[in-house]
């Protein structure tokens, strides 16, 4: 089931169920009349978004052509990022001679909610020179997870999975983590590509708590990378645990995965700038490649054995603020 949220001009949207190719749609307005409050009731609104989707396999529906779609969530109550690829990690590392993160324990932070930018809208900064970078993720959201569940109750609780561009100004970012309080400036709002999809619309792509597809990104229209959401050291079960281990969370968390990376990095590419400016500072001693510029574009999708694309696509351009 592809779920997504019309932009009607109020700050959550419409819930709308779209059809499996993404070309129709129909409104669940009886049913819940947002994202947010389906989860908040989720196994009442399954069964009858469900029936909706049902109903758009047999042809019905309106076309989608047109329709503008906000973020899946416009805004939610919680957003936590791990960084769950230890190529990404032991990279970073190895540049920056930090250490690693305590055997078994997740990277994580809580980041920016209040807004998620719909995929096609303008990505709005200030400066250039704070080091503009995308970064290509897999994420999830959970309905209510009580605190304390395991990582094998955890999976139970992931209820849509989602593709992430987790913006960061990188020349920010490394201030910031001196201070030892975690990002504000280095994290404006992430983008989401306009679906979120139920885990079986993914089929055996969806195993372990990973998503294993490739995400593909472009760069001003040029292959940037194509990198393997399925090596995560952590599923998104094993990050759901984590976070909840003291606290309960709330139905609309939504979780990312951190930067797709493999460990293959220099044949299948990056999902962020600042990776491969690590590469070439290994190999070459120095960074060639630079941050974003105003009028850059990005695109990132995900496609299905089959080629169909699964989320839709994150096809933004920078633009000053």
Not at 130 to 156: R, S
């Amino acid at each position: 089931m592809k779920l997504a949220t019309q932009d009607n001009g109020t700050p959550d949207g419409a819930l709308v169920v779209v059809s499996a190719d993404g070309t129709r749609y129909l409104a669940a307005s009886e049913i819940a009349a947002t994202l947010q409050a389906a989860l908040d009731d989720w196994s009442t609104a399954e069964p009858a978004l469900r029936a909706l989707a049902d109903r758009l396999a047999n042809g019905e529906g309106e076309s989608a052509a047109g329709l503008a779609f906000a973020a899946p969530l416009p805004r939610a109550w919680q957003w936590l990022d791990g960084s769950a690829f230890r190529s990404h990690g032991e990279l970073m590392e190895t540049l920056f001679g930090t250490e690693p993160p305590p055997a078994g324990r997740p990277l994580m932070y809580q980041g920016l909610s209040h807004q998620f930018l719909s995929a096609t809208a303008d990505m709005p900064l200030p400066r250039e020179e704070d080091g503009i970078d995308f970064e290509g993720e897999f994420g999830i959201i959970t309905d209510a997870v009580p605190m304390g569940v395991t990582p094998e109750q955890a999976l139970a609780h992931i209820k849509l999975i989602v593709q992430i561009n987790d913006w960061s100004l990188r020349a920010l970012a490394p201030v910031e983590m001196k201070t030892g309080f975690g990002w504000v400036q280095a994290k404006p709002a992430c983008s989401v590509a306009p679906f979120a999809v139920t885990p079986d619309v993914l089929g055996d792509a969806w195993r372990d708590g990973r998503v294993h597809l490739p995400l593909s990104v472009e760069w001003n229209g040029k292959r940037f990378g194509d990198a393997l959401g399925g090596v995560m050291e952590f599923g998104f079960h094993d990050l759901i645990a984590h976070a909840a281990s003291t606290r309960s969370l709330c139905a609309g968390t939504i979780i990312g995965s951190g930067t797709v990376s493999n460990s293959n990095f220099r044949e299948i590419g990056s999902s962020c700038i600042a990776e491969r400016r690590g590469i070439e500072m290994l190999d070459e001693g120095k960074p060639r490649t630079g941050f974003m510029r105003f009028g850059d574009t990005v695109r990132m999708e995900a496609r299905l054995s089959d080629g169909s694309l699964l989320f839709g696509a994150i096809d933004q351009r920078v633009v000053k603020g």
